[in-house]
């Protein structure tokens, strides 16, 4: 399971990969985008509330799909542009990440390993990162997926099948 979190639409990528596979699998691949309960003003009680809605549906998905492993991105350095509205500022995306993070930790029975944005992205732009996740998971390309939100969860669990999880920044807790 690999979460890429944020507060306008989370991604969220489910990959079974049976032991006898290679990990390039067409199949056995579920996606969802997640964008939690709307709200209308920038208070911090509806930024909270979105965030834990958010949360609690992750976590839902976590129960059912008993995922071996969780990839959950974290915000590292600065926040660019394209982090507006209700996830604007690294303080936001920061703490929805954080909850994120720590609420899979709780319920996990598994290794719930936080990757950081930029460590795994290393200046990719989004569309190579999309290109990546596509050339793996061809069904991909049916999804809606604007802020490519499904295509970075998605690229992130290539990049630690393909080389993350010899990184040894990638703190498995």
Known sequence: MSVDPSLSCTGVALIDIPATARWKLTEGYETASLVGHRVD??????????????????????VAFKPDRILVEVPEGKVNVGHTGM?????????????????????????VTPIGSSYWTQG??????????????????????????????????????????DKPRCLSL
């Open 41 to 62: 003003s920038n208070s911090i009680v509806d930024f909270v509330e979105r965030s834990r809605s958010i949360v609690a549906d992750v976590a839902r998905m976590q």
């Open 87 to 111: 996830g604007a500022g690294l303080s936001k995306y920061g703490f929805h990440a954080g909850m994120m993070f720590m609420s899979l930790n709780v319920l996990a029975k598994c290794v």
């Open 124 to 165: 990719m732009s989004k569309d190579k990162r999309k290109k990546k996740a596509l050339s793996a998971f061809p069904s991909l390309a049916s999804i809606k997926d604007p802020g490519y939100d499904v295509s970075d969860a998605t690229a992130m669990a290539v990049w630690w099948l393909e080389i993350g999880k």
